[in-house]
C-alpha cells in the first residue's frame, strides 16, 4: 500500500530518530549508556497470567531487567530533557529506556516513542490525568468500544475483558493504546517489577520499541514509516506521530 506523502519523510525521520539516539548515547559524560554494554541480555519474559488491571509474570522480580532498566537512562538527562520537551519525566524515562533496552540491531529513537505517547495518550495524561512515578497514570485509559462502528470490530474475550471490563467488544489499553490480543504477543516487562502491564508506561514504552523493531532498523530506508503505519493502518497517523517527534527533537537537539 502506498502511504501518500509518508514514505518521502523517510530522510527526515532517520535525521530525527538519529537526533534522539545519538542524544543518549553521546551524552556519555552523563551516564547515558547503553544497557548492552552493561548488563547482559536478559531473557525473555516469563508467561504470564492475566487480572483485572494488571498481568503478573509466573516468575519472581527479575533482577537482571531491574539492573538494566536502571542502567539504561540517568535521571539527571532525562530530567533536563524531559523539561524541554515538555514531557512527564516518568514518560521521558520510559521512552528513553526502550529506545535503548530496544532489540539488537534496531536503532530506534525515544523521540518515536514521545511522537506515539503524545498521538496516543498525551503521555498518559489525556483528560486531565496525572502520570505517577510508577509509570501509570491516575485514571486507567480506555480507547473507545471496537465495535464494528467508527473502529473495526474486535469481540471481546473472557481474558481481555479483564482489561477492559467490557464483555462484548475490546478496547485499546493503557498510555500507548494496545488491544489485548496484541498486548498478548509484546507483554514485556519493562522495569523489572515482575509485572507486564499495558497501563504502565515502562512496560508498555518497551513493549511498542519491540513491536515497531519487528519491521527492522529504524532508520534505514523507508522502515520508519512502514513500521508506524503497521501500528496505526493510517497515513494520517504517521504524519502526526512525524510531527510530534520531529517537535521533541527540535526542542531538545
Given at each position: 500500500m502506498r502511504l501518500p506523502h509518508v514514505l518521502g519523510i523517510a530522510g527526515g525521520v532517520a535525521l530525527l530518530s538519529a537526533t534522539g539516539f545519538a542524544a543518549q548515547q553521546t551524552a556519555h559524560r552523563d551516564q547515558v549508556l547503553s544497557a548492552y554494554e552493561i548488563v547482559p541480555d536478559a531473557p525473555a519474559p516469563a508467561t504470564v497470567v492475566a487480572e483485572v488491571a494488571r498481568v503478573k509474570s509466573a516468575e519472581p522480580r527479575d533482577a537482571t531487567v531491574v539492573?538494566?532498566?536502571?542502567?539504561?537512562?540517568?535521571?539527571?538527562?532525562?530530567?533536563?530533557?524531559?523539561?524541554?520537551?515538555?514531557?512527564?519525566?516518568?514518560?521521558?524515562?520510559?521512552?528513553?529506556?526502550?529506545?535503548?533496552?530496544?532489540?539488537?540491531g534496531c536503532r530506534i529513537?525515544?523521540?518515536?516513542?514521545?511522537?506515539?505517547?503524545?498521538?496516543?495518550?498525551?503521555?498518559?495524561?489525556?483528560?486531565?490525568?496525572?502520570?505517577?512515578?510508577?509509570?501509570?497514570?491516575?485514571?486507567?485509559?480506555?480507547?473507545?468500544?471496537?465495535?464494528?462502528?467508527?473502529?473495526?470490530?474486535?469481540?471481546?474475550?473472557?481474558?481481555?475483558?479483564?482489561?477492559?471490563?467490557?464483555?462484548d467488544w475490546d478496547h485499546a489499553v493503557g498510555p500507548m493504546q494496545f488491544i489485548p490480543s496484541t498486548w498478548r504477543t509484546w507483554h514485556t516487562?519493562?522495569?523489572?517489577?515482575?509485572?507486564?502491564?499495558?497501563?504502565?508506561?515502562?512496560?508498555?514504552?518497551?513493549?511498542?520499541?519491540?513491536?515497531?523493531?519487528?519491521?527492522?532498523?529504524?532508520?534505514?530506508g523507508d522502515t520508519w514509516s512502514r513500521s508506524v503505519f503497521g501500528y496505526n493502518h493510517s497515513a494520517d497517523y504517521v504524519l502526526e506521530v512525524y510531527a510530534a517527534a520531529d517537535a521533541y527533537a527540535g526542542r531538545t537537539g
Open positions: 539492573a538494566r532498566a536502571a542502567a539504561a537512562v540517568d535521571p539527571r538527562w532525562a530530567r533536563r530533557t524531559a523539561d524541554a520537551a515538555g514531557i512527564p519525566p516518568p514518560a521521558l524515562t520510559a521512552y528513553a529506556r526502550a529506545s535503548v533496552l530496544a532489540p539488537r529513537g525515544w523521540t518515536t516513542l514521545a511522537g506515539i505517547g503524545w498521538v496516543e495518550s498525551q503521555h498518559g495524561t489525556i483528560g486531565d490525568r496525572v502520570l505517577g512515578e510508577d509509570g501509570r497514570s491516575s485514571e486507567p485509559i480506555l480507547g473507545p468500544s471496537l465495535d464494528g462502528g467508527a473502529y473495526a470490530a474486535v469481540p471481546a474475550t473472557r481474558e481481555s475483558t479483564r482489561w477492559h471490563g467490557d464483555p516487562d519493562g522495569d523489572g517489577d515482575g509485572v507486564a502491564d499495558p497501563n504502565d508506561i515502562d512496560d508498555a514504552s518497551l513493549a511498542t520499541a519491540r513491536y515497531l523493531c519487528e519491521s527492522g532498523d529504524l532508520m534505514v
